[in-house]
């Protein structure tokens, strides 16, 4: 069973920076493609970012696209996403999520998550 913890959330100011970190333990991280979610209060879960396997191919939803950029380093089975230019609508719980086979958006197309870790981002 694959087990995904993330950290570094935290409260930053407009403008600010983060760079959050999903570990995974128990499986085949460099079998997984990687994603990113976030939850703001009331809202349902949305697609951040997703990246390959190999981490040779990415995508961004528009919102985040020039801010955040996402990364993995198989040989750790780490993701991480670094969150730059912060604004408060990108405070949230961000969460991520692995599943093999095909890249998806999608939340549900994903097997694997981890418990979440909350961003607020101050005005």
């Known amino acids: 069973q694959v087990q995904l913890v993330e950290s570094g959330g935290g409260l930053v100011q407009t403008g600010g920076s983060l760079r959050l970190s999903c570990a995974a333990s128990?499986?085949?991280?460099?079998?997984?493609?990687m994603a990113w979610f976030r939850q703001a209060p009331g809202k349902e879960r949305e697609f951040v970012v997703v990246?390959?396997?190999?981490?040779?191919?990415?995508t961004y939803t528009d919102s985040v696209k020039g801010r955040f950029t996402i990364s993995r380093d198989n040989s750790k089975s780490t993701v991480y996403l670094q969150m730059n230019s912060l604004k408060p609508e990108d405070t949230a719980v961000y969460y991520c999520?692995?599943?093999?086979?095909?890249?998806?958006?999608?939340?549900?197309?994903?097997?694997?998550w981890g418990q979440g870790t909350q961003v607020t981002v101050s005005s």
């Open positions: 990246i390959s396997w190999r981490g040779g191919w990415t």
């Open positions: 128990g499986g085949t991280f460099d079998t997984y493609n």
């Open positions: 999520a692995g599943k093999t086979g095909s890249t998806e958006i999608a939340p549900e197309r994903y097997d694997y």
